[in-house]
């Protein structure tokens, strides 16, 4: 019996530190970074040309963007062939590539990414979700940098453009730039599936590297204070899975042998690469991103910096990838959009391995399954469907839990005879000099073990059930907290999205209400500390359950009303059992 014990308050404490640190993960102290004066402009997020320069203007040696050991030694051979000596536009203009799904607008300004609009999707303005974050005079993606993270000084050029499509509907952006600053050419191709090809082609220049990012969307009110919401990089090496979480600090480093793919994302969106051609190594780097910005002033910093003593405070981190060229010319796929696993597993590069089911994946997946199918074919509400989905589930466990709970009952009944025990046994369990005695322990597990046996019950039955149906839960709680079908998922009134927390807590309260009533229709634990443990359980829980999204809550809420009717059966069949 007292091995049961044991083992019952280390399986509850180690279920309480799960959960405390998957809602509150510790974070390692971070010492404010030093704050440096800004340069001449040569870092790359900010770096823009003089306002008194005109687009076209500055030459490789006045343009301060140009970093040192650029030049070359020998120019090498061509990729490009232009018409004319200079190609240049005369003012800045914005083109777009569109689908049904996505629109993507460009500057010719640099031949850079300023938009990705999401059509399926909301962002916190009830307009389409964007995808590339705020940012001040940053460059934005596909920005070109050169050795030493250096902005590039094709980023301030005036490249000109145009527009195609073909027979099998995708649609090409061509520009094209040659002045003094250098020649570039940069070809993005959106096709019906929503990836985008890109080739670049850089000349005069033996290094040089492509952005992305920094951070990816822009992230709501809500979504900014959720412990859930976990931005990092990943990526796909042949069949091995790996991230790089937003908190590291340490530049990273990626080589392209057998890379697949790698990512900047969240728990619901991406943005993935495909290498296909000319790529050396992709280089994570960690930045920190100001909260308040203008336009015309930076809003990214590399973390080994800050703008001022003032406002280290104000920033937090972020990541962006560099593509590092092997040659003149780089060649990739990319993908904006949702990690809806339906979607995404019909799509090919297995982009679906996004979808992180933790540990319990195998039981995530059906879950997620059989979410999907009942909010397609018999109620359109991701609640209900989580309340449908909680029955399927007991219904499933119904005989286990049954057998557990008419265990639990018997137990009770044995209880005078085990107190009587251990009351027998309580002054021999130590000596006289307070040290356990072993034997007499021993002895007293023995003549319990023997009651329970004469009786036909199995100690360990009420505990089994729970334990089996652990698994169940942290499956349900990955999958909660990751499907993006759940974001801005409504269920009923105050519940307009499930997949951040109760706004104002009516379902944590509820789950700590029904905890407590439940406990009180269960037998009670015969030894007063357990008792006294299990009491705190329900408000432990509640507490905690106040960062949990709503979609998770809920569930919980339905499995303890579930269990309640369970246990109210069970009590009425033993009554009936004891009355005939």
């Known amino acids: 019996m007292e091995n049961r014990r044991l083992l019952l308050a280390v399986f509850l404490s180690a279920l309480i530190l799960i959960i405390w640190n998957s809602v509150f ?3 390692p102290p971070v010492e404010p970074p030093p704050a440096v004066p800004i340069d001449s402009g040569n870092d790359l997020p900010g770096n823009q040309a003089p306002e008194s320069q005109t687009p076209g203007e500055a030459t490789a040696a006045e343009d301060p963007s140009v970093a040192e050991g650029t030049a070359l030694e020998e120019e090498p051979q061509s990729l490009l062939e232009f018409e004319t000596e200079t190609v240049a536009a005369e003012a800045e ?5 569109e689908n049904e799904t996505v629109r993507l607008q460009f500057s010719s300004r640099g031949a850079q990414l300023i938009s990705v609009l999401l059509k399926d999707y909301e962002g916190a303005d009830g307009e389409p979700l964007e995808m590339v974050r705020d940012r001040g005079s940053d460059p934005h993606p596909f920005a070109l940098v050169v050795a030493g993270e250096k902005s590039h000084r094709l980023n301030n050029a005036l490249f000109v453009w145009e527009q195609e499509e073909d027979e099998n509907g995708d649609r090409t952006l061509h520009f094209r730039h040659k002045s003094d600053r250098g020649a570039a050419e940069k070809v ?4 019906p599936q929503g990836f985008v090809s890109v080739q670049i082609t850089v000349e005069r220049d033996r290094q040089w590297s492509v952005m992305l990012g920094p951070g ?10 959720n412990r859930f919401i976990q931005q990092a990089v990943g990526y796909k090496r042949g069949d091995e899975l790996s991230t790089i979480a937003q908190k590291e600090d340490e530049i990273d480093s990626i080589g392209a042998r057998g890379l697949r793919w790698v990512t900047l994302e969240d728990n619901f969106f991406l943005m993935a690469v495909m290498p296909q051609g000319g790529l050396a190594e992709v280089i994570v780097l960690p930045w920190l991103q100001k909260k308040e910005y203008e336009a015309d002033q930076r809003r990214f910093f590399p973390a080994d910096t800050a703008p001022s003593e003032d406002e280290e405070e104000d920033t937090t981190k972020v990541q962006a990838l560099l593509l590092e060229a092997s040659g003149p010319r780089l060649e990739a796929l990319t993908f904006f959009g949702a990690k809806r696993y339906s979607r995404l597993v019909e799509l090919p590069y297995g982009l679906e391995d996004t979808v992180r089911w933790g540990w319990f994946g195998f039981l995530a997946k059906p879950l997620y399954f059989a979410l999907e199918w009942i909010h397609e074919k018999i109620v359109p509400n991701y609640g209900w469907s989580i309340v449908l989905v909680t029955i399927l589930i007991r219904l499933l466990f119904f005989p286990l839990t049954h057998k557990g709970q008419q265990s639990m009952a018997r137990m009770q009944q044995l209880n005078p005879k085990v107190q009587a025990i251990r009351t027998k046994y309580r002054s021999k369990l130590k000596d006289k000099q307070g040290r356990p005695n072993v034997d007499a322990q021993r002895q007293m597990n023995e003549e319990v073990m023997k ?3 004469s009786a036909g019950v199995n100690p360990m039955g009420g505990c089994l059930p729970m334990l089996l149906q652990m698994p ?14 759940l974001r801005n998922a409504p269920w009923i009134g105050w519940i307009g999205d499930l997949s951040i927390p109760d706004p104002y807590y009516v379902l944590p309260i509820l789950m700590g209400v029904t905890s407590v009533a439940m406990q009180r229709m269960m037998p009670a634990a015969p030894d007063p500390m357990q008792r006294r443990m299990m009491q705190m359980l329900p408000l432990v829980f509640m507490f905690v359950a106040f960062a949990f999204p709503s979609g998770l809550v809920l569930y919980w809420v339905t499995n303890n009303l579930l269990s309640m009717v369970q ?3 069970t009590t009425k069949l033993k009554k009936q059992t004891e009355a005939a």
Request: no cysteine.
């Open 472 to 485: 169940v839960f942290f499956a349900f709680f990955k999958l909660l907290s990751t499907a993006v079908e």
């Open 216 to 225: 990816l969307r822009n992230l709501t009110d809500s979504e900014s204070g």
């Open 451 to 453: 009651v329970y046996k």
């Open 567 to 569: 246990q109210a059966i």
């Open 188 to 191: 993005f191709r959106l096709n």
């Open 25 to 27: 993960p510790p974070v």
């Open 93 to 97: 203009e914005l083109p777009v590539l």
